[in-house]
């Protein structure tokens, strides 16, 4: 029996389709590495496009002489409970570090006493083991008053293990979800401080990635003209899949779906050739029926909390004003600043903070007809089928 996931596979392989030329671009990116030239990327796209994916595969790839990290910081800030900081995102980027290294085995023999040391090194004062994070079996502790120390030692590891190996070429970093970095007290020191750690490595490439909209400000603060990186990194779009792509896509990996033509335009249309949507959508549909417009319709309209399950818990974590925000925009079809300040009931202040929250979080997107709407279809059609069956949107 054929399955198409909704979480992230074991098999990789198994379940991966397409992308060759989104794996042959950042590839091409990567392969400076071995130049002494270090790339450094933004990799953007809508929610359950596959970015996660795509990259878990693009690193499993990687031959044994480049070391690979992935840091989620959405599962850091979930583990704080929301309290995110510089020193806990450092911490567990040092973990990874090591974790790396000790899947080389001749490596990380050689790394141990100087890793050791080094933490050692940091042992100043005013220190709480309590923090559950080991690196080489050696509690790691929190930082209270040695921050410089802490980053400048995370920073510079990954280009000293490389100078240290005649077998590691390099090392490449993705910081996935970085758009929540925004989260931490100063996040533009915070994107300045690895700006001006990366400027001096030659062999540590870095992959920042997310679901964020292109006019966000979290953009802006880390690749606009005054940002950290200044346009320096090399932005690349995740876009969904094709009709064209989806439909070999479901003949290739479901459970032997058939469709109508209509039925078929109908379920491009409801997903958009985003994976997730596909997966999800064809999970709950009849494998020994064609589909036909109105099955896809009913399917979806019963079921439309399976499919939608990302917005759920999304839309949990949103304050009231941002779920206010939300609607206006779904039942006028956007609107521009103006608008929106004249008749939402909150103040400027809120409104611009609101925006930010939401674009940040590619909820949001500013279009050419210079009005703020919802960037994702799915989020309205939930919404939308909520309000129908019950009577008011989701609390």
Do not use: H
């Not at 490449?172 to 300045?192: R, S, T």
Request: aromatic share 12%.
């Amino acid at each position: 029996m054929k399955i198409m996931p909704i979480s992230m596979p074991k098999d990789i392989d198994k379940y991966f389709f397409n992308r060759i030329k989104d794996i042959n671009m950042i590839n091409t990116q990567l392969s400076t590495l071995k130049f002494d030239i270090p790339p450094q990327m933004l990799i953007t796209g809508y929610r359950g496009v596959g970015k996660t994916f795509l990259l878990r595969k693009i690193l499993k790839d990687q031959g044994n002489n480049i070391l690979t990290v992935f840091l989620d910081i959405s599962e850091i800030m979930g583990r704080q409970k929301g309290k995110l900081t510089e020193e806990k995102v450092l911490k567990a980027l040092l973990n990874e570090i090591n974790n790396a290294i000790s899947q080389n085995q001749q490596s990380y023999k050689k790394w141990i006493s100087k890793i050791t040391s080094n933490i050692k090194k940091l042992e100043l004062k005013n220190y709480d083991f309590s923090d559950n994070i080991d690196v080489l079996d050696i509690p790691l502790p929190v930082i209270k008053d040695n921050y410089d120390k802490l980053s400048k030692f995370v920073m510079e590891l990954p280009q000293k293990i490389v100078d240290s190996s005649d077998e590691i070429d390099g090392f490449i970093i993705v910081i996935d979800e970085f758009q929540l970095l925004k989260n931490i007290e100063k996040p533009d020191a915070f994107f300045w401080l690895m700006r001006s750690y990366t400027q001096k490595q030659f062999n540590v490439g870095y992959i920042f990635t997310g679901s964020v909209s292109k006019t966000s400000d979290i953009i802006n603060m880390i690749n606009g003209q005054e940002g950290a990186f200044g346009g320096r990194l090399i932005q690349i779009n995740i876009e969904p899949f094709t009709f064209d792509e989806t439909k070999r896509y479901i003949d290739e990996k479901s459970n032997n779906l058939k469709f109508t033509d209509n039925g078929f335009k109908r379920f491009y249309a409801c997903t958009r050739g985003i994976p997730l949507y596909i997966n999800s959508l064809s999970s709950i549909l009849p494998n020994n029926v064609v589909c036909d417009e109105d099955i896809i319709k009913q399917t979806l309209k019963l079921n439309i909390d399976q499919v939608a399950m990302m917005w759920i818990y999304i839309w949990g974590r949103l304050s009231q004003g941002e779920k206010d925000f939300i609607v206006y925009l779904l039942e006028n079809d956007g609107a521009n600043r103006e608008t929106l300040e004249a008749q939402l009931d909150y103040s400027k202040s809120s409104i611009s903070r609101f925006i930010d929250s939401l674009s940040n979080q590619g909820i949001i997107e500013f279009n050419r007809d210079k009005k703020f709407v919802l960037s994702d279809k799915m989020l309205q059609l939930w919404l939308k089928i909520k309000f129908e069956t019950n009577g008011f949107y989701p609390l």
